[in-house]
């Protein structure tokens, strides 16, 4: 009786090798499992299975994990407005986990013997792989076929040639990875420090010139309604939005940063969405949120953002950061306005409740309510008076 691998699929070139290898040289049964966290469409997951079944697998699996990202994951992301080195909206890093968690159940049910994951050696997700593996499932042996032979994408193609197995090579000269929260691509392009990707790497085309007005309604911090749509979960107000936004080519970046095994890494993505939400909230903060809330939410979610990137994202401190993130969102409930156009986007206002710009206790620049100029006169005094004892005991010269 042949033993059993579970192979995490998404149906590109690295996986397919994957399958061919694990049943052509190991002589393993492959179990195939693609975990869905929100960026393929019913036709492309019955594509992905038809190529997994073509690729000779003995079983396939779609697992639909993307209300358990949103709810686990991605809405802290957005309380915390988390962009990675200010750019990049943590599409793959954030996704990478769930999809490690939902596999390894999946083969500590089946009672895999194997799990395989088609990582190189040179990236980011053979750590977050392996990581939750080793937590999850210890006693399951881990296979790397890409990583262990150090394959080029050319040897893996040549590779499926003979075993004939028909691959549009030309659309594989760019690796993408869908998601929710983002779509990253991978080329040789950004092999390069100066290289930018050419248009028709982007998944997402320009169709839309037309500039067009939207309203997001935010309740507690999550999106919850577009223009006069109430929509019954974050997840389908996110997918409309990428809907909305996307056609625009909102949100194409190049993010370049430290892999968590210490060489510099340069990705190319494009998160429609995930760019104007993270904008809107965080406006709609400025206005209802105080000073003190907004710098503590600054330091503790670039904290989480970089844990998470790092495929830590079941250290305890994680959900101790989360607690703290959910109870800021108290009052971060209103609408926010913004204009897309193509390429870009702009915030143009909110309205909210708890706006604590209120005309009730002045107007910045103009006028004041609630206090008097005597009273800024002795504020002023007093609020410096350490700086001027520092000063004048140390004769200091300004």
Same mark, same amino acid.
């Given at each position: 009786?042949?033993?059993?691998?579970?192979?995490?699929?998404?149906?590109?070139?690295?996986?397919?090798? !994957?399958?061919?290898?694990?049943?052509?040289?190991?002589?393993?049964?492959?179990?195939?499992?693609?975990?869905?966290?929100?960026?393929?469409?019913?036709?492309?997951?019955?594509?992905?299975?038809?190529?997994?079944?073509?690729?000779?697998?003995?079983?396939?699996?779609?697992?639909?994990?993307?209300?358990?990202?949103?709810?686990? !994951?991605?809405?802290?992301?957005?309380?915390?407005?988390?962009?990675?080195?200010?750019?990049?909206?943590?599409?793959?890093?954030?996704?990478?986990?769930?999809? $490690?968690?939902?596999?390894?159940?999946?083969?500590?049910?089946?009672?895999?013997?194997?799990?395989?994951?088609?990582?190189?050696?040179?990236?980011?997700?053979?750590?977050?792989?392996?990581?939750?593996?080793?937590?999850?499932?210890?006693?399951?042996?881990?296979?790397?076929?890409?990583?262990?032979?150090?394959?080029?994408?050319?040897?893996?193609?040549?590779?499926?040639?003979?075993?004939?197995?028909?691959?549009?090579?030309?659309?594989?000269?760019?690796?993408?990875?869908?998601?929710?929260?983002?779509?990253?691509?991978?080329?040789?392009?950004?092999?390069?420090?100066?290289?930018?990707?050419?248009?028709?790497?982007?998944?997402?085309?320009?169709?839309?010139?037309?500039?067009?007005?939207?309203?997001?309604? &935010?309740?507690?911090?999550?999106?919850?309604?577009?223009?006069?749509?109430?929509?019954?979960?974050?997840?389908?107000?996110?997918?409309?939005?990428?809907?909305?936004?996307?056609? &625009?080519?909102?949100?194409?970046?190049?993010?370049?940063?430290?892999?968590?095994?210490?060489?510099?890494?340069?990705?190319?993505?494009?998160?429609?969405?995930?760019?104007?939400?993270?904008?809107?909230?965080?406006?709609?903060?400025?206005?209802?949120?105080?000073?003190?809330?907004?710098?503590?939410?600054?330091?503790?979610?670039?904290?989480?953002?970089?844990?998470?990137?790092?495929?830590? &994202?079941?250290?305890?401190?994680?959900?101790?950061?989360?607690? &703290?993130?959910?109870?800021?969102?108290?009052?971060?409930?209103?609408?926010?306005?913004?204009?897309? $156009?193509?390429?870009?986007?702009?915030?143009?206002?909110?309205?909210?409740?708890?706006?604590?710009?209120?005309?009730?206790?002045?107007?910045?620049?103009?006028?004041?309510?609630?206090?008097?100029?005597?009273?800024?006169?002795?504020?002023?005094?007093?609020?410096?008076?350490?700086?001027?004892?520092?000063?004048?005991?140390?004769?200091?010269?300004?």
């Amino acid at each position: 009786m042949k033993k059993k691998v579970v192979l995490a699929f998404s149906g590109g070139l690295d996986t397919s090798y !994957c399958v061919k290898y694990l049943k052509e040289e190991k002589g393993l049964e492959v179990h195939s499992v693609l975990v869905n966290t929100g960026g393929f469409s019913e036709e492309e997951l019955q594509q992905t299975e038809k190529r997994a079944y073509d690729l000779g697998v003995a079983q396939h699996t779609n697992l639909d994990e993307t209300e358990y990202y949103y709810q686990s !994951c991605i809405k802290y992301l957005i309380f915390g407005n988390v962009l990675k080195n200010n750019t990049y909206p943590l599409s793959v890093s954030a996704e990478r986990v769930t999809q $490690a968690m939902a596999i390894a159940r999946h083969a500590k049910a089946l009672g895999a013997d194997y799990v395989a994951h088609g990582s190189t050696g040179a990236g980011n997700d053979q750590v977050r792989f392996d990581m939750i593996f080793h937590i999850m499932i210890p006693n399951i042996e881990i296979i790397t076929p890409i990583r262990d032979m150090k394959l080029s994408r050319e040897e893996e193609i040549e590779y499926l040639k003979k075993h004939g197995v028909e691959y549009d090579f030309v659309k594989a000269q760019y690796s993408i990875n869908k998601g929710i929260w983002g779509t990253s691509v991978g080329g040789k392009e950004t092999l390069t420090s100066h290289q930018p990707l050419p248009e028709s790497a982007y998944p997402t085309q320009l169709t839309k010139e037309q500039p067009e007005r939207v309203t997001l309604h &935010f309740v507690k911090g999550e999106l919850t309604g577009i223009n006069d749509k109430v929509y019954d979960s974050p997840v389908q107000a996110i997918q409309a939005l990428q809907g909305i936004a996307g056609p &625009f080519a909102i949100g194409r970046d190049i993010h370049v940063g430290d892999t968590i095994i210490g060489i510099k890494g340069r990705v190319g993505f494009e998160a429609a969405a995930p760019m104007v939400i993270i904008k809107a909230h965080h406006t709609l903060e400025k206005h209802v949120l105080t000073k003190w809330q907004l710098y503590w939410k600054d330091q503790l979610a670039t904290w989480y953002g970089n844990w998470l990137h790092e495929g830590q &994202f079941i250290d305890p401190t994680m959900r101790n950061i989360e607690t &703290f993130l959910q109870d800021t969102q108290e009052n971060v409930t209103g609408k926010v306005h913004i204009l897309l $156009a193509p390429y870009r986007f702009q915030v143009e206002g909110i309205e909210s409740e708890h706006d604590l710009m209120s005309s009730k206790f002045g107007s910045y620049g103009e006028m004041n309510n609630a206090w008097s100029g005597e009273d800024v006169k002795g504020f002023s005094k007093i609020f410096g008076n350490q700086a001027m004892m520092y000063h004048k005991i140390n004769n200091t010269e300004l």
